[in-house]
């Protein structure tokens, strides 16, 4: 049980007080929140952020989430998420994703949420992947001192100094308010059927030619210019052992079969025929990523196509705000989602559920519908840059995919990203992008008819 060095020396060097919590050794933060046995609501985090003009620590409660849009704004800087290279480099004495939230202690200039300026107890990492420090409101204001404070994050309605809900209180609130669409029925017997590891191809084609269109569908994606198959291809069966494979038609056909749970508008840069665009294209790109960083082809494949369902759920929800949300998007192409969402959403009763953004709702229907947890994780956080975690390698992937589609003006939103930083953290030479971006130039045309069929 241990400080990290410096956080150690700061607080002996000021003379603040402070209890040390040992808990077992858990691999991120959110693992230790649970091991503490002490109340969410208690625990504070940092986020660091960087700009030309050098690193910021964000001190916020662990239950909420930073707003970018008011952050740039109240700083006059365009601060983007540390990389975890950048951020294990500043902080050598800490174990990975365990940083303290005393920026004084490393010479950090730090910004605090107002909410934190009369917090009565902080509870917060000690730097180690084992402790944790209790601190009561005076003494951490004092280890802060100095620190900037202002409006830092999305908050909820009428939830007075707190910060925004945390995902399972937004995942009860959904559940107890709104009528959440079940999974399909055919979709969920795909997913019990890929469960299965020895499922055959037999099996998945009886399943999908239960469902005429589906298999129409299938047929036209095997026989498309994507694959260059010579022969002829007469049954979903052969599409599935000679041009396709199980996991590329089991994922694309629970995706097509998932996605008759929303009704959504067609039209618009938000409606049905884009969505479709964006997820085959991302699916795409995710599974050549994959490919390059030696992770799960398959999986990869399915956290693209399935990341942004929780835009699907919001339109399903809530049509006329979706209207409405749909419309900014059209006329405000630079803005993010984020920023759009908060105008739609920030004056309504429901802004407590939705400030958490569509990506967390879609994460939440995702867990709902027991989806696999890198599918999860990558719907839940591809709005999050910066994210380190569980599955942190499939969120990545998602988001340089997202990335490297805003430059050909596919996907819901077209504020830039760090591509770089994406690329070295998922352990790609900027060389491979070059290629991966010539593949889907390739078949743009080939994706493009496919969206166009899956979306009517």
Known sequence: MALSERLSHYLARKGISYQQIEIAPVSNLDAAVLASGKPQHDFIQ?????????????????????????LRQFTGRRLQPLTARQTARLFGDCEPGFVPPVGNAWDLPVLIDEDLTTADQVVFSAGTNDTLVVMDGRSFRLALAGAREGHLVIRGQGNGSRGAL???????????????????????RILRLTANTEATARELAELIEFDPSMTAQIMRYARSALFNYPGQINSVQEAVTRVLGFDRVAHIAMGIASVRAFDVPRGGMLGMDNFWRHSLYCAFLCQSLAARSGRDKGLAYLCGLLHNFGLLLVGHLFPSEFQELNALREINPEASMHSLEQEVFGHSERQDILAVGHGAIGGILHRLWQLPEPVIKAAGMHQHPGYHGEHEEYVLMVQLANALLKEQGIGDEFNPDDIPALTEALGLEPATLALVQEEIQAVATDLDVLASSLAS
């Open 46 to 70: 940092p986020t660091l952020l960087i700009d030309i003009n050098g690193v910021v620590m964000a001190v916020h409660r662990f239950d909420s989430t930073l707003d970018m849009d008011t």
């Open 166 to 188: 945390s995902l399972d209180e937004v995942a009860d609130k959904l559940q107890k308010l709104y009528r959440l669409p079940p999974m399909p029925a055919l979709a969920l």
